[in-house]
């Protein structure tokens, strides 16, 4: 996410289609083989008309976390020991694909309606489990096609109750009903979920807005595959992640989307927009297919940095590695929530956030947060600190070193005033530190390991845990690692919001 009151542009105030297929042709993408970046191409599963092929992305070598067996004489607990957010995600089980199908036609009068099906392994016998289900209103749970229990949790958790104890893998299939309204969350100061605009609709989620469309085990800990069905009014186009498999006529009126990815994706960072679109083609960028969803009353010269993104996406492949999934895009829309959310494959922006600045930052988020993941949400400086410092990296790259060092002192100087990246408050996650002070850490790493031992890092990190999750202490092995020093008081200090003093690149 890119918050727009956190300006790296600010020192930056000199910077500055054609027709869409039907459905995203099969083209050459990266396909997930191991828990390691991928290196080898092959084609995208091909998908006819009226139908839908989910590839499941091959089974991690690494075990499940343990905080996934949370579960006491069966019952299945109601977090995953988050330390900032503990109600976020369930335990006792692991999510490994979702199809959602959701039928939006009825927006405009102010609700919608769903199924969500859920595949489901536990992670030990359970007679009873948890899942995040938000603002939403169930209206039936089945297991296996056969109905069973549901009740309320808390606020916005639903316990189910299977007929009976459940240890093999099973299908949830969960029909509900709700409305297009974000909800709130202490973490950042706007609301987050389903938002409605002048005459779209669209989803920013981070941290916990996913459930104001579907249920999920809300935490980026439990990554699952995703294939998206969205049913739309005629006029209306429905955008999500991965590639555009079909769009076929819905039964009585409107149209059906579906979407889909053979990559896991964390429940935040589903796409979605509802309203009309148009579709430009970027082309493809080393077998990745690029393509922006644009509103059609955003002022031209707004859009025109997108020009240069498979530009961006050429570079940032040479500098951090193999892109970690089949496409990229924008989703830009005609109305402002606060800033950019780098949802998977199709990052989200308002018109104020389509700036070279915020789509490299956006774009960067798809190895450092998207492949890999937060496990726990006190460790956001991973996510952010990393992709404000691929903006630095680029204005390095296109303008040059001595611009490069001009922000970096500049930005040194705010770290020093802002909260500290390593630990940012519950209640203020997204704040200044975890950018601007994650991304200065960077650059004094830099300084003191060279840019030998550094790049290597940069590239290893995203490679190492791709597709999983990672943390701060595995992050300072891996550089005590490369580096081939013991650099964990170095950091710590830096991390602390401590860092002594500025120190240029030599």
């Not at 335990?91 to 099906?117: I, K, N």
């Not at 530009?311 to 951090?320: K, Y």
């Not at 006190?378 to 001009?406: P, V």
Request: charged share 20%.
């Amino acid at each position: 996410m890119r918050r727009l009151a956190l300006v790296t542009a600010v020192a930056l105030t000199a910077c500055g289609g054609t027709a869409s297929p039907t459905t995203d042709a099969p083209s050459t993408t990266v396909a997930p083989t191991s828990t390691t970046a991928p290196t080898t191409t092959v084609p995208a599963p091909a998908t006819t008309a009226g139908s839908t092929t989910t590839t499941t992305e091959a089974a991690p070598t690494t075990t499940l976390p343990e905080v996934f067996a949370g579960v006491r004489d069966g019952v299945g607990g109601a977090s995953l020991g988050d330390s900032y957010y503990p109600r976020l995600g369930n335990s006792g089980y692991d999510v490994l694909d979702v199809v959602l199908d959701v039928d939006f036609r009825e927006l405009l009068q102010g609700s919608f309606s769903g199924v969500a099906t859920l595949t489901i392994e536990p992670t030990e016998t359970l007679t009873s489990f948890v899942l995040d289900t938000g603002t939403l209103l169930l209206a039936e749970v089945r297991i296996d096609g056969e109905p069973v229990a549901f009740e309320e949790e808390s606020a916005e958790e639903h316990r189910i109750t299977p007929s009976t104890p459940v240890e093999e893998p099973f299908e949830l299939a969960i029909s509900y009903d709700g409305v297009p309204e974000p909800k709130r969350d202490s973490a950042i100061p706007f609301g987050v979920g389903l938002r409605p605009a002048a005459d779209s609709w669209y989803a920013v989620s981070e941290p916990s807005g996913a459930t104001t469309w579907f249920p999920a085990n809300d935490h980026p800990l439990d990554k699952a595959t995703y294939t998206v069905r969205l049913t739309v009014e005629e006029g209306f186009v429905g955008i999500s992640g991965g590639l555009l498999t079909a769009v076929d006529p819905a039964e009585g009126r409107g149209t059906t989307y579906t979407w889909s990815s053979e990559f896991t994706m964390t429940s935040y960072l589903v796409p979605l927009a509802v309203g009309d679109f148009d579709r430009i083609e970027r082309g493809l960028v080393q077998g990745i297919l690029v393509r922006d969803y644009v509103d059609p009353d955003i002022d031209p010269p707004l859009l025109e940095d997108l020009d240069r993104v498979p530009e961006a996406l050429e570079w940032m492949i040479s500098v951090f590695g193999p892109y970690p999934f089949e496409a990229y895009g924008t989703l830009a829309l005609d109305t402002d929530f606060g800033g950019a959310l780098e949802t998977q494959t199709m990052s989200t922006h308002g018109p104020s956030a389509l700036g070279m600045p915020v789509l490299i930052h956006e774009l960067a988020h798809q190895w450092f947060g998207n492949s890999v993941s937060v496990a726990d949400w006190s460790d956001i400086w991973l996510n952010e600190g990393f992709a404000t410092y691929a903006e630095w990296l680029w204005i390095e790259h296109d303008r040059g070193r001595a611009l490069y060092d001009a922000v970096t002192a500049s930005m040194y100087e705010a770290y020093r005033q802002l909260p500290a990246p390593g630990n940012p408050r519950p209640d203020d996650l997204f704040n200044g530190g975890v950018y601007v002070g994650g991304a200065s850490v960077l650059h004094a790493l830099r300084v003191e390991v060279g840019d030998e031992a550094f790049f290597e890092v940069l590239r290893s990190w995203p490679s190492e845990q791709a597709y999983a999750n990672g943390t701060t202490e595995e992050f300072v092995e891996l550089v005590n690692r490369v580096s081939e020093r013991d650099l964990s008081g170095f950091l710590e200090v830096w991390l602390a919001g401590d860092g002594p003093a500025y120190v240029p690149l030599p």
